[in-house]
């Protein structure tokens, strides 16, 4: 199985400000990698896919990048709606893996 | 807009069989390229990938619940159901289902449904 490990656990950040939350896979992923957002009592929301993505009805604050094994998800000017928890997902092969997530606080 | 519904008992014995179904509305659940599957999240926790499965195919599922679960479709109903037996505590999560699109990840998800197992 292919383990995914974000970084950080926790981040703390202001709005208006910009983010960078890490991804990284035991062994390459090539770019299927998504990224979702997922805010307490709700299902979780696709933002980005295979890597880069931007996914349909997304805003343009969110960009992701990289490959292979070491992917980033950035956000920028940072909005109240933004704080969440933020997951990545392989989905090179099955079984599908997760990473533990990351939590946005203000 | 295709939306999903996750449904069944949202309380299970330990040891007996969680059940739940996951209902597909405006779209047919054999639509060519569309994928279903079950993701899991205990209180509190991250999220699990249970298994997967296209209508006509073979479902995959996590090694880590292999030996219990069972992923089905029923395309009279336009249905798709997970069954995992010999349940324990460590089962009780909210039970998503969602849809991929082959070579994409999941953009739909249904609301999810709280199980809890009780001793």
């Known amino acids: 199985d292919v383990q995914m490990t974000q970084s950080p656990s926790t981040l703390s950040a202001s709005v208006g400000g910009r983010v960078t939350i890490t991804c990284r896979a035991s062994?390459?992923?090539?770019?299927?990698l998504a990224w979702y957002q997922q805010k307490p009592g709700k299902a979780p929301e696709l933002l980005i896919y295979k890597a880069s993505g931007l996914h349909s009805g997304v805003p343009s604050r969110f960009s992701g990048s990289g490959s292979e094994t070491e992917f980033t998800l950035t956000i920028s000017s940072l909005q109240p709606d933004d704080f969440a928890t933020y997951y990545c997902?392989?989905?090179?092969?099955?079984?599908?893996?997760f990473g533990q997530g990351t939590k946005l606080e203000i | 807009q295709l939306q999903l519904q996750e449904s069944g008992p949202g309380l299970v014995k330990s040891s007996e069989t969680l059940s739940l179904t996951c209902s597909v509305s405006s779209a047919s659940i054999s639509s060519n390229n569309f994928y279903w599957g079950w993701i899991r999240q205990p209180p509190g926790k991250g999220l699990e990938w249970i298994g997967t499965?296209?209508?006509?195919?073979?479902?995959y599922y996590n090694p880590s619940l292999k030996s219990r679960v069972t992923i089905s479709v029923d395309t009279s109903k336009n249905q798709f159901s997970l069954k995992l037996n010999s349940v324990t505590a460590a089962d009780t999560a909210v039970y998503y289902c969602?849809?991929?699109?082959?070579?994409?990840?999941?953009?739909?998800w249904g609301r999810g449904t709280l199980v809890t197992v009780s001793s």
């Open positions: 499965i296209y209508y006509s195919g073979n479902p």
């Open positions: 997902q392989q989905y090179y092969n099955y079984p599908f893996t």
């Open positions: 062994q390459s992923v090539n770019r299927w």
């Open positions: 969602a849809r991929f699109v082959g070579g994409s990840p999941y953009d739909i």
